[in-house]
Structure formats: C-alpha cells, structure tokens
Nanobody, 126 residues
Framework: QVELVESGGGLVQAGGSLRVSCAAS????????MGWFRQGPGKERECVAA????????YYIDSVKGRFTISRDNTKNTLYLQMNNLKPEDTALYYC???????????????????WGQGTQVTVSS
C-alpha cells in the first residue's frame, strides 16, 4: 500500500521561508516522478513543482520560479519543497503525489498522478 505523508507546513509572515517534506512508502520511490500540488480556497488544484525519478529534471509553475526548489532524497524516500520569499497568495493546502508510470518524464496535470498525501497547510500572512 502506497502512503505519502506531508509535514512541515505552518504559519509564516510574508517574505519568510518554509520547507515541506513528503515521506513515501509502499512503492519504489526512486522509480517514479513526484510532484507538489497546492489548492487554495476556491481555486483549482495546481502543480507547483515536479521532479523526475532521478532528480535530474524539474518543473515549476511561473509564479514560484526563483522562490521554490523541489528536491528528492531517494535514499530516504523523501520529497522536499523549499519555499522562500513566501507571499500571501502562496497560502494553500500543499499535497505531494507520485506519478503513475515507472521512469516517466515530468508531468504536471493532476490526472498524471495516482497516489496523494493528505496535505499540509501553508498560511502566509501579510
């Protein structure tokens, strides 16, 4: 059974930093691309960042480029999202997800991911 558990969310002032983590189990973590998604109040879920199975390729949505960094440690089965210079519009529930196919290229649509964590709340105050 695949399980993804996010942690590290919280309340931070604008301009601050947070690192969220996602611990994975039940699947060969290093063989699948991973993604961080977020969903704010009244908004659709969007892919914030994604990383391929080896960590050699990444994707970022335009609004977080230069501020967020996605990384993975395949020895620890853990995915990370370092978020710097946070803005109030970054406030959302952040989810990690695992791609559907072995050794696949980066995907950024929710339908391309099959297992999801429960989410961790990130709130940025102005």
């Amino acid at each position: 059974q695949v399980e993804l558990v996010e942690s590290g969310g919280g309340l931070v002032q604008a301009g601050g930093s947070l690192r969220v983590s996602c611990a994975a189990s039940g699947r060969t973590f290093s063989s699948y691309s991973m993604g961080w998604f977020r969903q704010g109040p009244g908004k659709e879920r969007e892919c914030v960042a994604a990383i391929n199975w080896s960590g050699s390729s990444t994707y970022y949505i335009d609004s977080v480029k230069g501020r967020f960094t996605i990384s993975r440690d395949n020895t620890k089965n853990t995915l990370y999202l370092q978020m710097n210079n946070l803005k109030p519009e970054d406030t959302a529930l952040y989810y990690c997800a695992t791609g559907r196919h072995l050794y696949d290229s980066i995907r950024y649509r929710p339908n391309d991911y099959d297992y999801w964590g429960q989410g961790t709340q990130v709130t940025v105050s102005s």
